[in-house]
């Protein structure tokens, strides 16, 4: 079975410090992967998909970066992070049936 | 532009009856559709989903309907359980293949015992 990894569980950093969140997916090969972040009041927003090794497309203009170094691990990155980073960010791949999300990561930017 | 709407933020509904959370879109390319239920400090989890073929999926104590014309979809449960409190995401799709979903902000279903 397909299984999905997101760490940490729950951040907290302060404006200006640097990001790497991570997210493995075991059991199958050549994944879809995405980025989405929940913010306080908000729908999920889809931040940057992948469809393959190095090929990371951003769907909405911001202080994030996303990489995808080995097929089955994408990071979610900042070099600075501002108040507005603060939010729940999902991890998620997808199948034919649809999407299926990783446990989470909570930020609060301080 | 919000492309996907659901309008009530929360629902409360006795358990056994039957809860009915809404979803509005206004992309008229959309053609497929999911909802997503999320409890607190979890990922979301999929529920059921429909293609803009078809008017109605059931599975089980989940059925969605479709209406293409008023470009609106609804879930429906029944009976209620209080295991079913939860947020509850719709999700819509126009790009076949890519499964870049649009999701709504959520609907908050509480299942009162």
């Known amino acids: 079975s397909q299984t999905i990894h997101q760490w940490p569980a729950t951040l907290v950093q302060p404006v200006g410090s640097p990001l790497s969140l991570e997210c493995t997916v075991e059991?199958?090969?050549?994944?879809?992967l995405y980025w989405y972040r929940q913010a306080a009041g908000r729908g999920l927003q889809l931040l940057f998909y992948s469809v393959g090794i190095g090929q990371i497309s951003s769907e909405v203009p911001q202080n994030l970066s996303a990489s995808r170094p080995q097929d089955r691990q994408f990071i979610l990155s900042s070099k600075k992070l501002l108040l507005s980073d603060s939010g729940f960010y999902l991890c998620a791949w997808t199948r034919t049936t649809g999407q299926y999300f990783g446990p989470g990561t909570r930020l609060t930017v301080t | 532009d919000q492309q996907v709407k659901q309008n009530s933020p929360s629902l409360s509904v006795q358990e056994g009856r039957i809860s009915i959370l809404n979803c509005d879109y206004t992309?008229?390319?959309?053609?497929?559709f999911l909802w997503y239920k999320k409890y607190p400090a979890e990922g979301p989890t999929f529920l059921i989903s429909i293609s803009s073929i078809k008017d109605k999926n059931e599975d089980g104590r989940f059925t969605v309907f479709l209406n293409k014309s008023a470009k609106h979809l609804s879930l429906h449960i029944v009976p209620s359980q209080p295991g079913d409190s939860a947020v509850y995401f719709c999700?819509?799709?126009?790009?076949?293949?890519?499964?870049?979903?649009?999701f709504g902000t959520g609907t908050r279903l509480k299942v009162l015992a």
């Open positions: 992309n008229s390319m959309f053609d497929y």
């Open positions: 999700a819509a799709s126009a790009t076949p293949g890519t499964y870049k979903y649009i």
């Open positions: 059991g199958t090969s050549n994944p879809n």
